[in-house]
Structure formats: structure tokens, C-alpha cells
């Protein structure tokens, strides 16, 4: 067997990398299990309001934490995986289900009322209005007459 010795630098460079991704593979978590996932947003603007969606499909309301401190929008939530069967002659062999636990975060613009945002649960979308202060919103051009 001959033995093939790379130069110094194609070992300095490469191999580090190479070592990474190896250990990444086998480190690798099972994919069934629950692991964090951001949510996709979509954040809106009205003249009145910053409208923020995110799609949550498979949760219900009371799984939902949202809370506003020092003008930043956090929403969470957390819902346990169930993989015992209730039914004893049930006898599961593969449970890929899994809900994940998340948290979000939005710094609110200073034009944003933080103490008056509404939130809904509805088909999988969490929808949150945040209304606008009064300053904040666009007004009618003045008139002024002139004398």
C-alpha cells in the first residue's frame, strides 16, 4: 500500500472544513424529533396599523404567548409532542407528528401603540394589529386661507 502525503497547505485548508461537515453528519439530530422553527411573517402596513401574520398551523389559541416589553413584539409557543397512544392495543411504529416550539421577535416602530395590539387565531395564521398612535397617522392636508 503506498501512502500519499498531500501538501501542507491543501491539508491546512481543507481538512478543517472536511472535519466540520463530517462531524455535523454523524452530530446530526434525528429528524422526527421536535426541534425550534421560525415561523414565515408577513408584516403589513395600513395608514392606520402594522399588520403581522404568521403562519402556526396545528396549534390552538392557548398555546400562543405574545407580550410587549420595552417596545419589542415577542411571540411564542410550545405544544408537547403526544407519542403515547391511549388505546393499549395501539402500538405505534413510527411517529413523525411533532409540533414545534417557537419564538419571534419584533422591535415595534415608534409610531406603534404597543399597549393596543389585538391578536386572532384563525386557519393556522396567527394575525396581530398593531394599531398606530394618533401623531403617527397621516392627516388630511390643511387648508390655510389666506387673509
Known amino acids: 500500500m503506498t501512502l500519499i502525503q498531500y501538501p501542507t497547505r491543501f491539508r491546512s485548508s481543507l481538512l478543517p472544513l472536511f472535519n466540520q461537515m463530517i462531524n455535523e453528519f454523524w452530530n446530526a439530530e434525528d429528524l ?3 426541534r425550534g422553527v421560525i415561523p414565515a411573517a408577513n408584516i403589513k402596513e395600513t395608514n392606520d396599523a402594522f ?3 404568521l403562519a402556526v398551523p396545528g396549534l390552538k389559541k392557548e398555546d400562543f404567548n405574545i407580550q410587549v416589553e420595552n417596545n419589542m413584539l415577542r411571540i411564542s409557543a410550545n405544544k408537547q409532542t403526544e407519542t403515547q397512544s391511549e ?3 395501539i402500538k405505534i411504529h413510527r411517529y413523525e407528528f411533532s409540533f414545534h416550539t417557537f419564538e419571534r421577535s419584533f422591535r415595534l416602530p415608534k409610531s406603534a401603540d404597543g ?3 389585538s391578536a386572532s387565531y384563525t386557519d393556522g395564521v ?3 394589529n398593531i394599531p398606530k398612535r394618533e401623531e403617527a397617522k397621516p392627516k388630511a392636508p390643511k387648508i390655510i386661507q389666506i387673509e
Open 51 to 53: 399588520l403581522i401574520d
Open 115 to 117: 399597549d393596543k395590539i
Open 32 to 34: 422526527s424529533e421536535n
Open 87 to 89: 388505546d393499549s392495543n
Open 126 to 128: 396567527l394575525q396581530l
